[in-house]
């Protein structure tokens, strides 16, 4: 049974900073590329970043602009989200997200609050 799940989200001030984490079992986790996505309230889950199976970040959104860091410890089977001078608009639940073949795989999502 392939599982995911987020940790490290809460709440912080503008300009703060915060490092998801995602953990995975149930597969080779070596194998397989990550994504880390988002959701806003009322709005479409969107892609921030990925990352291969071999650790090479990829697909970083715009919005994004050099402010987060996609990376992965295959020892641990685990992927992470820093995430630097965070605004107010990047208030949303994260997701980590893993294909297999032509299904995909979600962890429960942690919520992230930018507010003063």
């Known amino acids: 049974q392939v599982q995911l799940v987020e940790a490290g989200g809460g709440l912080v001030q503008p300009g703060g900073s915060l490092r998801l984490s995602c953990a995975v079992s149930?597969?080779?986790?070596?194998?397989?590329?990550v994504g880390w996505y988002r959701q806003a309230p009322g709005k479409q889950r969107e892609l921030v970043a990925r990352?291969?199976?071999?650790?090479?970040?990829?697909n970083y959104a715009n919005f994004v602009k050099g402010r987060f860091t996609i990376s992965r410890d295959n020892a641990k089977n685990a992927a992470y989200l820093q995430m630097n001078n965070l605004q107010p608009e990047d208030t949303a639940v994260y997701y980590c997200n893993i294909l297999v073949g032509s299904r995909a795989y979600w962890g429960q999502g942690t919520q992230v609050t930018v507010s003063s």
């Open positions: 990352v291969t199976a071999g650790g090479k970040p990829t």
């Open positions: 149930g597969i080779m986790f070596s194998n397989y590329a």
